[in-house]
């Protein structure tokens, strides 16, 4: 025996491979590793260790973590299959709560950590110093903070270093400049400040280097340059001066520079572009760069992506035809051209650029006209910027051949002659900005084919004729100005059909005569009318009443006549009223004292008469404006009118006993009413809807959430909404990440929108609802009005990120994917929350603005629906349900919202339901309802219906089917989760109707949504 084992320890000494094989497939032999039972223990004990320091585990890693199996086969563990030792650690996107223990030091055979994408706090352990045989240490994306630890040194063979997305603050320390394997270095999106230090220079081996979106200040470093290897570099949105070094563009490798929105100035050498043979991306707007753009850029054949807008560059464009990988062209806001009939004829030179998305040449100094080589450009192209110069001549005809632009605007120059009919073949065109130029004739009958526009805009030209009524067609119309023309004639009704219009319908400053079209009522969502300074006539329409969200409302300088509607006592929400310079009579309604919001009434120049009121606004001297009306009398006395007559004198013959009796009846009577008020009203226990509800938390102050943003940083911004920026803070007070959603005050409607949120939410407490902590309303340190709400962060962002990533930020390490399972549960916590909203809130809230970027996801991934901005709360009395709160106009968001809103159509718990619809289409397609490749009447229902239910593969979201083949080595769906997803087509399909009443209700909804959980999940398991 003593023999054999000699000849069998031989035999594995010299085959050793061989037998490596053969152990790893063979079901009965199991030689004894190499390492030592103490070695062993070792790596047990310490991840044994580093499991205690997590509290939170919800996708349960860590029920393999047990010792009835060899920690090398725990979730999440690789070990060295000779030495049976740790060698990688991945738990990245588990969403682990917790601290790194400082036990990982001990696993001395670790060579690849990966800890990216959870909630991870606190600090990077020293001990792991000692873990010399690392290559790659990613903990991106959490929440560690304080100073990257200086051991890290003693990680000699360490090739990737992701500390992104952290609170990693002070100087980066200069123990990263002694580890001289390192081949990429990420650091971006953290609170680091200082300089970028010169010891940079000494990672030889560095390919990657992005500092990206800190506090750092100085200039860039000239040891920099020292990188041979660098292909990446980034540095934007910090605070650096000085110029580019200039052996920076001698770096040949190098593929992107990025350092946007910073301070640096200097010129571009001429010559860089030759230097910089392989450049894809140079990324330097917003900073002070001067001089002209380097005429070796002709030879920049591998640029997709210049992005110089906001510096102050001069002179002409040259030639960009070799460019023909350029796909975004920014050059705004500069100071190229002369002025001159030469300044454009780079555009011509685009024509070679096949793959060209977007061209941004706006505000410059550009002159001439535009080519009719334009119509050449890419049919890929869908933005196209040329306002803001000194353009002239026409507008090219072959214009029209640009199918595929979404987005065409021309503001600001001196371009004449007419609209091209050419025009009407722009079909996709959604914004259409033509304003402020020399435009003469009509508008075509064509623009009623532009059924996808939403903005248009040809104010401020020499336009005439008659306003067609095909504008009619333009359904989606949501901010229309034709302000400052000739346009003659009476006012097409066809244009009060469009109920759409939402922000503004400025018809101001032309000749149009008759009357208001009655018809002006179905405008119930408006934000803005202004029909001043025509020769309208005749009595304001009683309807105006019925524009309910109106905010500015100006008639001046026509020849109105009649009475002031006392109609207009029903906007709530109306902030300035022009009626000046017409020929109104009758009183002032007493009636407009009571709209709180009303800040501006000018009635001056008319022929009222009687008393001015003294409540709301006509409190407030600077706000009113009555002058010119003879026979007005009263108000407050800052106006100098004289008093108003006192009819009667009754008081005066009473009794003195009899006028003391009836006072005293009087006040007895009103105390009376006034205790019988206040006991309705605490019966009835309903918060007022003017002022925002009451939360646990006590109210925060401007300066905590000061404090807690940096100073509202734009490094803490994470998202902005119409009326909002959102910010990610931590309250000190509580020691907790919050979201702070700071109201722009000086948008119109945010402050609807603040009150209209308040009210919704205030009866919400739902689990898949985003739940909002405190509210902040005071003064800001510039002594301006402020607001602002705070709700819990989620830190896995909305829905909107996950489903099209490309969207965000290139630099962003985080895979955004999602598999079949995963999007099953957001739908159905989606569908939870609709059916509290809809059946068993205190009231009925309907959201009106359903879509990816208003459900936010949690840490562990639970969907959480937010942006209750626009949402109405209805009240439910005897079995009706009456609206209570109608703050904000319906706007919604295109491609979301139900087609029957677009036609004036009441809020409806279906209207939810067809958002609710399309965003599941959406979500199984991975396509947004405004893909471009929509045409013809094509939408995302009728897209998925065409293939529905044989051809689904064409449809669904290639990323699922990816996952689908990964997990099951087909290529096709498997029967079960092929079934699984005909039923969720078939819900989005069927709740997506353009009908109504065709659509399914939450409760069948959510139903049928955990009858498919149940089947799809015992059957993938």
């Known amino acids: 025996m003593k023999y054999f084992s000699l000849m069998l320890l031989a035999f594995w000494s010299k085959y050793v491979h061989l037998l490596v094989l053969f152990t790893l497939n063979s079901p009965w032999f199991i030689p004894k590793p190499v390492a030592s039972a103490s070695e062993n223990e070792t790596d047990l004990m310490a991840l044994l260790e580093f499991r205690k320091s997590i509290f939170s585990d919800p996708h349960g890693i860590f029920l393999s973590w047990n010792t009835s199996t060899h920690f090398c086969n725990w979730h999440g563990i690789i070990c060295n299959p000779m030495q049976q030792r740790v060698s990688e650690l991945n738990l990245q996107g588990y969403k682990l709560k917790g601290f790194i223990s400082p036990y990982i030091g001990n696993l001395s055979y670790m060579r690849n950590i990966n800890l990216g994408d959870n909630n991870f706090y606190g600090k990077i352990p020293q001990e792991f110093g000692r873990l010399s045989q690392l290559h790659n240490l990613s903990v991106a994306n959490n929440s560690l903070g304080g100073e990257i630890p200086t051991n890290l040194t003693g990680c000699t063979n360490l090739k990737l270093l992701h500390l992104g997305g952290n609170n990693f603050s002070d100087k980066i320390p200069i123990e990263i400049g002694s580890l001289r394997k390192l081949e990429q270095l990420f650091l971006l999106n953290n609170q680091f400040t200082g300089e970028i230090p010169s010891f940079m220079g000494n990672l030889s081996s560095l390919t990657l280097l992005s500092v990206g979106k800190n506090n750092l200040e100085g200039s860039i470093p000239q040891e920099i340059c020292h990188l041979k290897n660098l292909t990446g570099i980034a540095f934007h949105v910090n605070k ?9 563009y001698n770096m040949s490798s190098l593929t992107i520079v990025s350092a946007t929105n910073n301070q640096l100035e200097g010129s571009l050498p001429t010559n860089m572009f030759h230097t910089l043979p392989n450049l894809h991306k140079l990324l330097i707007s917003g900073n002070q760069i001067t001089g002209s753009i380097p005429p070796s850029i002709t030879n920049a054949s591998f640029l997709s992506y210049l992005d110089a807008d906001h510096n102050y560059l001069t002179g002409l464009v040259p030639s960009l ?39 941004n040449i706006g505000f410059n100094n550009f002159g001439g006209h535009l080519p009719n080589s334009l119509g050449n450009l890419s049919m890929q192209l869908n933005r196209l910027y040329v306002g803001g110069n000194h353009i002239s001549g026409e507008i090219p005809s072959s214009i029209g051949n640009l199918i595929g632009l979404v987005l065409l605007s021309m503001t600001d120059n001196l371009i004449d002659g007419i609209i091209p009919a050419t025009f009407g073949k722009l079909q996709n065109m959604q914004k259409l900005r033509l304003g402020r130029n020399k435009l003469s004739g ?14 248009l805009d040809v104010g401020e030209n020499m336009l005439e004729g008659k306003v067609p009524p095909s504008i009619g067609n333009c359904q989606r119309l949501q901010h229309l100005v034709l302000s400052r023309n000739n346009f003659t004639g009476t006012i097409p009704f066809e244009l009060f059909t469009i109920s759409s219009l939402t922000t503004s319908l400025d018809l101001s400053q032309n000749l149009l005569n008759g009357s208001i079209p009655v018809q002006v009522g179905n405008l119930k969502n408006l934000d803005s009318l202004d029909l001043s300074e025509n020769n309208l006539s005749d009595h304001i329409p009683l309807s105006i009443g019925e524009c309910i969200t109106l905010e500015y409302l100006n008639l001046k300088g026509n020849s109105l006549q009649g009475m002031i509607p006392p109609s207009l006592a029903s906007l709530k929400g109306l902030q300035s009223l022009d009626l000046s310079q017409n020929s109104l009579g009758g009183t002032i309604p007493n009636d407009l004292q009571k709209i709180s919001v009303l800040q501006y009434f000018n009635v001056s120049l008319n022929k009222l008469v009687g008393e001015v009121p003294k409540g709301g606004v006509f409190q407030n001297a600077s706000a009113l404006v009555v002058t010119g009306n003879s ?24 009794h003195p006993f009899m006028l003391v009796a009836t006072i005293v009846s009087t006040i007895t009577f009103l105390l009376i009413m006034s205790i019988i008020l206040t006991i309705y009203r605490m019966r009835s226990k309903k918060p007022s809807l003017d002022s925002p509800a009451v939360y646990q938390m006590p ?5 905590s959430l000061h404090n807690a943003t940096n100073g509202f940083s734009i490094t803490n911004l994470v998202g902005s909404g119409s009326f909002s920026f ?14 702070i959603k700071v109201l722009n005050l000086q948008k119109r409607g945010s402050q609807k929108s603040f009150i209209a949120e308040c009210n919704a939410l205030k009866h919400i407490k739902h689990r898949n609802v985003v739940p909002i902590l405190t509210c902040c309303s005071g003064i800001d340190y510039k002594g301006e009005e402020f607001k602002a709400l705070i709700f819990e962060y989620m830190k896995n962002g909305s829905l909107e990120q996950w489903l099209h990533p490309s969207a965000l930020n290139a630099e962003n390490s985080r895979t955004y994917t999602l598999n079949l399972d995963q999007r099953l549960n957001i739908m159905i916590d989606v569908a939870s929350a609709l059916y509290y909203l809809h059946y068993e809130c205190e009231q009925l809230i309907i959201h009106c603005d359903l879509k990816p970027s208003n459900v936010l996801l949690d840490d562990d991934m639970i969907a959480h629906v937010s942006d209750f901005g626009i949402a109405r709360v209805f009240s439910t009395i005897n079995g009706t349900s009456w609206q209570q709160t109608s703050t904000i106009g319906i706007k919604g968001t295109i491609g979301y919202t139900p087609p029957e809103y677009g036609m004036g159509s009441a809020v409806s718990t279906a209207g939810d339901m067809y958002s609710f619809g399309i ?15 929509f045409e013809d009447g094509q939408n995302l229902h009728t897209f998925v219906e065409s293939s529905f239910p044989d051809n689904l593969l064409q449809v669904l979201d290639p990323s699922i089917v990816v996952n689908q083949e990964q997990e099951h080595k087909s290529q096709n769906l498997t029967p079960t989760v092929e079934k699984c997803v005909v039923s969720l087509f078939e819900i989005g399909l069927v709740c997506s109707m353009e009908s109504p009443k065709e659509r399914m209700n ?3 909804v959510t139903r049928e949504l955990s009858e498919i959980r149940k089947t799809f999940s015992c059957n993938v398991k």
């Open 240 to 248: 650096l001066t000085g110029t580019f070094p200039t052996c920076l």
């Open 321 to 359: 035809s070799r460019l023909q990988g350029l796909q975004f062209l920014s050059l705004s806001e500069n100071n190229l051209g002369d002025n001159s009939t030469d300044d454009l004829v780079f555009l011509t030179s685009l024509t070679n650029c096949s793959q060209m998305q977007v061209i």
């Open 442 to 455: 009509g508008i075509g009958a064509f623009i009623g084919n532009l059924s996808q526009l939403f903005h």
């Open 631 to 654: 026979n007005l009398c009263g108000g407050i006395s800052e106006l100098h009118l004289p008093p108003c007559p006192i009819h009667g004198k009754i008081l005066a013959k009473l």
């Open 699 to 703: 109210k925060a102050s401007y300066q």
């Open 726 to 739: 959102v910010y990610k803070g931590i309250l000190r007070s509580e020691e907790k990440v919050v979201a």
């Open 919 to 933: 965003l599941i289409l959406e979500m199984l397609t991975g396509r947004r309802p405004t893909d471009e490749i």
């Open 1002 to 1004: 939450m409760v069948d």
